[in-house]
């Protein structure tokens, strides 16, 4: 046996020595425009070498792979190599029909392998045609035909025509479920991205036919369905059937599954770990028992679980989720255990076109060096999406150059920063406008700018505002303002001139509570004539101020924009620090959201400023407290409350509850629209002098129906309201709306 095994290893060898010959001199024949140095250089040809079988075949790879040659052949004889090659034409001219826009035949030309001055190769034209099909097909045009022609000029040359012809674009007529007995087919037509055709949703894109948009609707079906408790949902199949030229019946089919709950919640921890820090996890883990099994609410546990490891810095620590399905419910078992000792070895940031890379290493949490937690670094994205500069932020981990060091790569979309806004509203008195023009990445370096002017008949107001959220790179927050207000009120016989800078910054003390230190300075000229009340001659002069102020906010919404759960609460102080007339100024507020059932969200909101005097002294006319029209809807900004004579005054108080609930179902998801109902309660009181002023205690009411829409043009919101009880000094508005674009 051994014998025959020598044997045939032999043979072996001797065959490979001896097909293995030494080149001495290289020969190419054929090669046209590709010169010899290249071919020599792609084939890895080197003289005075021995090449065996495997390195010719090895030479031949090489060469095709470089898509110059229709036809190579190598062939060694004599110490002689020779390679002898047929050129691909080369595509002289590539000319695209039938396409209007520009744009797309850009697209195409950009999508497709067979460009100009590049080789034809036939093999590939057949695969360009379905790329440029699914580019057709993406845009709503299923059944565009794609020809495609050569006409050949020399034997070097050819000329490549395609000729498209897109058709009509498929609207989808109807959207259809079977399978579904759990949910009605109205309410998953509003969870998909796909719209019926009708005539009122002429802007919107999803009412055509697109495989993309298909795919995608099957996700958000899967994923409705799981976060209610089918936890085996299944989208099946989509059929999507011709109905006449250039319309399809859309048809969905679910098979849903069991309806699942949560049975039990536990934690798994391993001997190292002190058992005693996750002890308030068992807290939480109540509210959750006999509920709909929901991937969002283990998404929230295994929040809540990050807080505790941040709160105790915990370093190199992971978790991951076990899910032990039974008959109709599910155990949620959380495994919390020592993971690997990652560094950071570096941090790659890529698709800042504009943006200083500073001002996303800022809002990091970690840094090269430091150790790679799970925790810190999704809160570092977070941190960079909280920017609101950047459409898309993506981010990668991979090996380094070392065992237990990493590479992140982050990658992030710049957007359109700048917003222009302009809002009206319009009452009894006529109405008020106010225009907002604000960048948010001011230089590329992640600063705001903004500008914002408010006009009547009677006063106009600008202010001019800076802000660097991250000044420091430790995620304080430093700002400036100036600002100027001019009131002409003949009728009331006065004018008053406000000018007034400040200046503060903003950090956060503990966690979701940030902290607000600043300082402000004004100069406030009020003049009056004859036909002014004793009581506006009394406040009649300049006056200077220079004050200081702090406050704290109390943050546990959910998230910032549209919270669906959680509270805010703020309170603001301010003192003087030098002035002519001294008062103190308090503000708080308090918000509070809760899930009200499916897809509704209620919010109730409360709002309470008091300003003082100090001693003897009065709280000037540009001191005192009003309420805005954004908190009191239904009236017009600042016209409640006290008056002298038919000017409304401001007091010394002011208050303001509200309640708000959205309205599920009333418009698609997909239009990016909200309606909402609201009931608003406010008052503005008191003043600290006596004097002819009506100072009325009746509360204020309003109801109305708000609509906020991400439009195709920008953010637009709409306020239709009616009042409920008022004073008859009050000057009501009945309907205001606000309209904003980006650039």
Request: hydrophobic share 35%; glycine share 6%; aromatic share 10%.
């Amino acid at each position: 046996m051994f014998k025959k095994f020598y044997t045939i290893l032999f043979i072996f060898i001797y065959f490979s020595i001896s097909k293995a010959e030494i080149v001495n001199q290289v020969k190419i024949d054929g090669n046209k425009r590709v010169s010899s140095e290249t071919i020599l250089l792609y084939g890895e040809i080197e003289k005075n070498k021995d090449l065996s079988e495997n390195d010719l075949n090895k030479i031949l790879n090489n060469l095709y792979s470089t898509n110059f040659f229709e036809d190579v052949k190598v062939d060694l004889k004599n110490n002689v190599l020779r390679i002898t090659v047929q050129e691909y034409p080369v595509i002289n001219q590539l000319i695209i029909t039938g396409e209007k826009k520009n744009s797309t035949i850009d697209q195409i030309k950009k999508i497709i392998y067979l460009k100009e001055k590049k080789s034809f190769i036939r093999s590939y034209l057949s695969n360009d045609i379905e790329l440029i099909k699914s580019l057709y097909a993406s845009q709503g045009y299923n059944f565009a035909k794609i020809d495609a022609k050569i006409n050949k000029i020399d034997e070097e040359n050819l000329e490549l025509l395609i000729e498209i012809s897109r058709g009509e674009k498929t609207e989808i007529s109807s959207i259809n479920f079977i399978g579904n007995k759990t949910f009605r087919s109205k309410r998953l037509r509003d969870v998909i991205a796909s719209e019926e055709d009708k005539f009122w949703k002429f802007i919107s894109r999803n009412t055509v036919l697109n495989e993309n948009l298909i795919n995608l609707d099957k996700r958000l079906l899967l994923n409705y369905y799981k976060s209610n408790g089918f936890y085996d949902a299944k989208i099946s199949s989509n059929i999507a059937e011709l109905s006449k030229e250039g319309s399809v019946n859309l048809v969905y089919t679910i098979d849903e599954g069991k309806r699942y709950r949560i049975n039990k919640i536990s934690t798994k921890i391993d001997k190292v770990f002190d058992k005693k820090i996750f002890f308030p996890l068992n807290d939480v883990y109540r509210e959750y028992i006999g509920e709909y099994y929901s991937p969002f609410k283990v998404k929230k546990l295994l929040e809540e679980i990050d807080l505790l490891i941040d709160e105790n810095n915990l370093q190199f620590i992971e978790h991951n989720v076990q899910e032990i399905v039974n008959n109709d419910t599910i155990d949620i078992i959380f495994n919390i255990f020592e993971g690997e000792k990652n560094l950071i070895e570096r941090i790659n940031i890529t698709g800042n076109n504009t943006t200083s890379e500073n001002v996303i290493r800022g809002e990091l949490l970690l840094d090269e060096g430091d150790p790679l937690t799970n925790l810190n670094l999704e809160k570092s994205i977070a941190e960079i999406k909280e920017r609101r500069i950047f459409g898309e932020v993506k981010y990668n981990v991979k090996d380094g150059s070392q065992k237990n060091l990493k590479i992140i790569d982050i990658e992030v979309e710049e957007k359109p920063t700048g917003e222009i806004s302009a809002g009206a509203g319009i009452g009894t008195s006529g109405g008020n406008l106010a225009f907002n023009i604000q960048e948010n990445n001011w230089m590329g370096q992640g600063k705001k700018l903004g500008f914002e002017i408010q006009l009547d008949q009677e006063s106009i107001a600008g202010e001019f505002s800076y802000n660097d959220p991250n000044y420091d790179f430790l995620g304080n927050s430093i700002f400036y303002a100036l600002s100027s207000e001019k009131n002409d009120k003949p009728n009331q016989g006065y004018e008053n001139s406000i000018v007034s800078g400040s200046i503060g910054t903003s950090f956060e003390q503990y966690r979701n509570v940030k902290v607000n230190l600043g300082l402000s300075a004004s100069y406030d000229d009020l003049s009056t004539d004859s036909s002014a009340s004793s009581s506006l001659k009394k406040q009649a002069g300049e006056f200077e101020e220079i004050s200081a102020n702090y406050g704290f906010t109390f943050d546990k919404r959910d998230r910032v924009f549209m919270p669906t759960s959680g509270s805010v609460i703020s309170f603001r102080q301010n003192l003087p620090a030098y002035a002519d007339k001294k008062f103190i100024g308090n503000t708080f507020s308090a918000s509070k959201y809760k899930s009200l059932g499916e897809n509704i969200v209620g919010a109730t909101k409360f709002y309470l400023s008091a300003v003082n005097g100090i001693g003897e002294d009065d709280v000037r006319l540009s001191k005192r407290r009003s309420l805005s029209s954004r908190r009191l809807r239904g009236f017009e900004h600042n016209k409640i409350g006290p008056v002298d004579g038919s000017d409304h005054v401001g007091g010394n108080y002011s208050a303001a509850l509200n309640f708000e609930t959205n309205l599920p179902n009333v418009l698609p998801e997909n239009t990016n629209a909200d309606v909402g109902l609201f009931l608003d309660i406010g008052n503005v009181w008191g003043v600290d002098y006596d004097s002819s002023i009506d100072d009325s205690n009746e509360i204020r009411s309003s109801t109305g129906i708000k609509l906020d829409w991400l439009s195709p043009l920008g953010p637009m919101n709409f306020v239709l309201s009616q009042d409920l009880s008022k004073a008859d000094t009050d000057v009501t508005e009945s309907f205001s709306f606000n309209l904003g674009t980006t650039f």
